[in-house]
């Protein structure tokens, strides 16, 4: 069976909003704000599985590559994803649609790949 790219992003992207939206709800009692913080790797046991975890940070979380960030502040009714504060992993991308142009590049995301490591092209 082949999968084409992008096939289980939707799917599981809304999943991922769920788990967040479950986990804020299970904190309904929480009255500091705080953000929640999705990651998942790989299962070394379950080839083809993930171990995905959520964890309340009550500051503003680390920035991580591959990492999807959501505040939420109760008395407020606030549950909001912060786009500015998540990285999601390493998804390939139509060529066609990157920008060669030097004003394009990020030099902060640039750097954060140097040190974690993580070949850029």
Known sequence: MVQEIGEAREEWGQKVWAMASDFAE?????KRPFY???AAKPDKNIPGAFRQSLKAYYQKPPNLLGILVWRVDHPKGIFEFC???SSPPD???DPTLLSDKPCDMSPRVA???RELNV???
């Open 83 to 85: 786009h500015n504060l």
């Open 26 to 30: 299970n904190m309904k009692k929480e």
């Open 119 to 121: 070949v850029l092209s």
């Open 36 to 38: 929640i913080v999705f």
């Open 91 to 93: 998804i390939p991308v």
């Open 111 to 113: 750097e954060r790949g």
